[in-house]
């Protein structure tokens, strides 16, 4: 079983639309988390970092954590087609720097 | 300013044969990470360089694999032998100082294909 795990998808949603992304992970250990942006043959930037539970909001970006459940989100509100691409979590334990990824949900917002 | 930049950006090579995959990290970046991400895939870490510190060879998979950073800049992956299952995008990414929450901004990758 792997660490950080992300459904691969497709997902397609209209314009406009709110879209949900998520991970679920296994080890206590990670405290942070992140998640990235990667267009096609680019490499990956960094959308959105979170430390704790709770939530954390950036324009049309929210992510979401819950410690408890080993659960994290992230919601796009008023979805572009400039959002399609493939969302990457990520996952940082305090000690060390490593990131863990998930292996990505492909995200395709049809005009 | 510039960005992470790798070199080459595709590389096609025989089962085999040996490869060098170049990285330039943000000037100033005193972190440097490689990573390798197969397809359909997320990103597997690699190898993690820290100033002068002994890099963190973790994340190697054989060893095959190797890297060098000179200078403290650049850096070198190097692949001997190579194998068909080596095949993927390798990415190279760079932080300020390595500390836990810097952000780490990745190059483009270079996609490797071995036949």
């Known amino acids: 079983q792997k660490e950080v795990e992300q459904d691969p998808g497709p997902l397609s949603v209209p314009e406009g639309a709110i879209v949900s992304l998520n991970c679920t992970y296994s080890?206590?250990?990670?405290?942070?988390f992140m998640w990235y942006r990667q267009y096609s043959r680019k490499g990956p930037e960094l959308l959105m970092y979170t430390y704790s539970s709770g939530n954390k909001e950036d324009g049309r970006f929210t992510a979401q954590v819950d410690k408890s459940s080993k659960y994290i989100s992230l919601f796009i509100r008023d979805s572009q087609p400039s959002d399609s691409a493939t969302y990457l979590c990520a996952t940082g334990k305090a000690a060390g720097n490593k990131l863990t990824f998930g292996g990505g949900t492909r995200v395709l917002v049809k005009p | 300013g510039a960005g992470v930049s790798q070199s080459p950006s595709n590389k096609v090579t025989e089962k085999g044969k040996d490869v060098e995959l170049r990285c330039d990290p943000i000037?100033?970046?005193?972190?440097l990470y490689w990573y390798r991400q197969s397809l359909g895939q997320g990103l597997e870490f690699l190898i993690y360089f820290q100033g002068n510190s002994a890099p963190d060879k973790s994340g190697l998979p054989s060893d095959r694999f190797s890297a060098e950073r000179t200078g403290g800049s650049v850096s070198t992956l190097t692949i001997q032998r190579t194998q068909q299952e080596d095949s993927a995008v390798y990415l190279c990414?760079?932080?300020?100082?390595?500390?836990?929450?810097?952000?780490?901004?990745f190059g483009p990758g270079t996609r490797l294909t071995v036949l």
């Open positions: 990414a760079s932080s300020v100082s390595g500390i836990s929450t810097d952000t780490q901004y």
């Open positions: 000037s100033g970046h005193t972190a």
């Open positions: 080890n206590s250990a990670f405290q942070y």
